[in-house]
């Protein structure tokens, strides 16, 4: 089959791809090979079709986070003592969702039963390279590649020995001479097998292949009396290894940044039990805040009235009004980053009644409206303490990208996300976005419009686009 260039691909599949990918800690090609598994199989809905550009109206393909194994292991099992470790490696990797289909060499199944295996996989498990049943169609090809990670567990000096000298002539080395997998080796012999020279050799070849060993360990030998270096490594530990290489930890390109956030509505009080207010919900900052957080940003969330939960590992400031908005905002900084996204009300009640306020027939009591302080307008145009990057919300009914390039000019930021909130929309309240980012490049105003995502999508996103410009770092785990 030919290869794919993700970079050759059209930006909206692009961003696709990347938010997806992120999402489930996959590299890019791996989610590609997941999609079209799916696809195959007829598990996914299909793809919605891109365009290029991405216009506001386009739909991204929703996720389906959860609902599949995550990611596949085809475990072999090699002739050693320690096999019967691998038994408790299948438990450990399926609490990890991670299904494992299971290969038993001819040596193994003197130490452990395919039924054992099969009983705890809930798979049916290979033994034979020539196995009629699955070979009419390449078997051991398809167990080589429909899987994310090869792990051999115990890799016995045999196997390791075949292996660095590429033979297959039995299921599992047929199985890794063929694959294109990551392969994750758990040698596990005798200390003099383990240090002879042959084994060394076979080490130093296997690891210059890009082969992962994890282990052995130094400790007791099932033989009587016998100690050293080559007792495999403990299931959980192989698990451990295992879950590294599926799924890398994300890259934190926000690490030593402060990044200060506003969400959420304020209240304006009109009197100790009334106030006024609009319909923010506070979804889309929250999201920012803790995406930012997962990249690794000291994150400072000022918060409007909101009924959402913290975001865990940022400092939370809950407050009601503007002005306490404002007040929280200043004693934050300095901030490296910041970001706006709050719904702050324009107007107060100028005359806030300090007693309920009476209801008297024929009469309306006289509230007389002043303007807030202007939070995005105020800190972008601090002398010394402007974060180097200020980041506005739009939040527009008509004319959507004129207004929010005028509110660019206007209130001195660098960039602004415009989101139409008419109420057909739904993005009040709402989970999803359709958000356009407005920003300066070379004394043009720049438009990039991104199709329609859910406000966790958005915040990744964004956040994607502040790291890139703040420190020149992606967000996507290193393929
Ligand atoms: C009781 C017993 C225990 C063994 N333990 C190990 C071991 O821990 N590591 C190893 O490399 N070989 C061990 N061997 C030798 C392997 O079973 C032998 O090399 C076999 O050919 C390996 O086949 P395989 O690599 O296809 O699984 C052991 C043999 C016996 C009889």
Redesign the pocket.
Known sequence: MASLTIRKLDDAVKTYLRLRSAKNHRSVEEEVRVILRELIEGREEPLTPFSAPPTPSATATPQRIGALPEASVTLII?????AYKSLDLIRRLKERRIEVRCVL????Q?FVTPLAVSALSHERVYTDLFDPQSEFDAGHIRLARECDLIVVA?A????MAKMANGHAD?L?SAILLATNRKILLAP???PL?WNNAATRRNVTQLQRDGVVLIGPNSGEMAEAGEAGVGRMSEAIEIATAAERLLRPPMPKPLAGKRVLITAGPTHEPIDPVRYIANRSSGKQGFAIAAAAQAAGAEVILVSGPVDLGDPAGVTVKHVESARQMLEQVQAALPADIAIFAAAVADWRVANEGEQKLKKTAGSMPPLQLVENPDILATISRLADKRPPLVIGFAAETEHLIDNAKTKLARKGCDWIVANDVSPATGVMGGDRNTVHLISRKDGEIAVDSWPVMTKEQVAIELVAHIAKSATGKSLEPAS
């Open positions: 090699g002739g050693g003592i320690a060499t001819k040596a193994a003197q115990p016995t000096a045999d196997l039995d599992a596990a012999m005798n097998m």
